[in-house]
């Protein structure tokens, strides 16, 4: 059965280029280790809520933009096994402050699929 990885991260509006060119070659190694498909969602309409939402999830300042995505896998563990790859593939190494975002308010997780139509 399917597994799909999801994320969500604030990137500076500045960086939406660099995050685009980084999340196409990233979504390019995923599919090389197994992934079936990499979607990337640049926010359109994402308000912030009084209680919960995406913005005060991963702390979203003023000039940034929540970005949504998930990568699709056979199953976990095709999943475990690519990623383990990705992480260990030299074209992964990102040097200090290449990344086009604030990784440490980044969120992810592993979901089973259950519904699908």
């Not at 969500?8 to 995923?30: R, S, W």
């Not at 640049?42 to 933009?65: H, I, R």
Request: hydrophobic letters at 40%.
């Amino acid at each position: 059965m399917d597994y799909v990885d999801g994320f969500v991260v604030a990137v500076p509006n500045k960086n939406k280029d660099a995050y685009i060119q980084h999340a196409t070659e990233a979504a390019a190694l995923f599919r090389e280790y197994g992934a079936l498909n990499v979607v990337e969602c640049w926010g359109d309409d994402v308000s912030s809520g009084e209680l919960t939402s995406f913005p005060m999830a991963v702390q979203c300042k003023e000039d940034e933009t929540v970005v949504f995505s998930w990568i699709v896998w056979p199953s976990k563990d095709v999943r475990d096994a690519g990623m383990e790859k990705v992480m260990k593939d030299p074209r992964m190494d990102m040097q200090e402050g290449s990344i086009p975002f604030d990784g440490s308010r980044l969120i992810f997780g592993g979901f089973q699929r259950v519904v699908n139509e």
